[in-house]
């Protein structure tokens, strides 16, 4: 995991952040993962993205997307760093 997502992550626990809200990550059937951040309370809450595709390269993909309230990012089982590095991305967006 890169600096900026666990700086990101560090900055935005306080106590109550990192209960209520926080980062999920979990399996999808294809086979995959799904990483979502919930933005709430956070310095990029509302920031929307629309769905952005990487792939198919080898059978590699990633699909991410913010509807502002969440950050979404599915990928296939080798791509996570790729999944990581497009909520970096996202993070650092001006």
């Given at each position: 995991?890169?600096?900026?997502?666990?700086?990101w992550y560090?900055?935005?626990?306080?106590?109550?952040?990192?209960?209520?809200?926080?980062?999920?990550?979990?399996?999808?059937?294809n086979?995959?993962?799904?990483i979502?951040?919930?933005?709430?309370?956070?310095?990029i809450?509302?920031?929307?993205?629309?769905?952005?595709?990487?792939?198919?390269e080898?059978?590699?993909?990633?699909?991410?997307?913010?509807?502002?309230?969440?950050?979404?990012?599915?990928?296939d089982?080798?791509?996570?760093?790729?999944?990581?590095?497009?909520?970096q991305?996202?993070?650092?967006?001006?």
């Amino acid at each position: 995991m890169s600096n900026i997502s666990l700086d990101w992550y560090a900055n935005n626990c306080n106590g109550d952040w990192e209960h209520e809200y926080g980062i999920k990550i979990s399996t999808i059937d294809n086979p995959g993962w799904l990483i979502q951040v919930n933005l709430s309370e956070t310095d990029i809450s509302g920031r929307v993205m629309e769905p952005r595709t990487w792939g198919p390269e080898h059978r590699r993909w990633v699909r991410s997307w913010s509807n502002g309230e969440e950050f979404n990012v599915v990928c296939d089982v080798h791509s996570f760093d790729v999944a990581i590095g497009e909520f970096q991305k996202f993070a650092e967006a001006k």
